[in-house]
Nanobody, 117 residues
Framework: QVQLVESGGGVVQAGGSLRLSCAAS????????MGWYRQAPGKQRELVAF???????NYVDSVKGRFTISRDNAKNTVYLQMNSLKPEDTAVYLC???????????WGQGTQVTVSS
């Protein structure tokens, strides 16, 4: 059974930092694109960043220069380092493993990030 378990969320003041982790179990995802989405109340789910199996990364414009996504394939884990946090970054952050050919996608349960002004 595949599980994606996020950790590292919390409450932080504007300008602060948090590091999210997503540990995958039940399968190996080193060959899959992994990423982070976020969803704020009343807003659509938004792709924040993703990283390919080869380590290429992509970010939504609003977090470029502040967030860094990385992965450790040996640990089957993806990370999101978030610096210079802003109140508008407040959301539930969800880990995602992208589908590949006939293989399905997977979602974590989400971790709350709250940035106070």
């Amino acid at each position: 059974q595949v599980q994606l378990v996020e950790s590292g969320g919390g409450v932080v003041q504007a300008g602060g930092s948090l590091r999210l982790s997503c540990a995958a179990s039940g399968s190996i995802f080193s060959h899959r694109v992994m990423g982070w989405y976020r969803q704020a109340p009343g807003k659509q789910r938004e792709l924040v960043a993703f990283i390919t199996s080869g380590g290429s990364t992509n970010y939504v414009d609003s977090v470029k220069g502040r967030f860094t996504i990385s992965r450790d394939n040996a640990k089957n884990t993806v990370y999101l380092q978030m610096n210079s946090l802003k109140p508008e970054d407040t959301a539930v952050y969800l880990c995602h493993v992208d589908k590949l050919e006939t293989l399905r996608e997977y979602w974590g349960q989400g971790t709350q990030v709250t940035v106070s002004s």
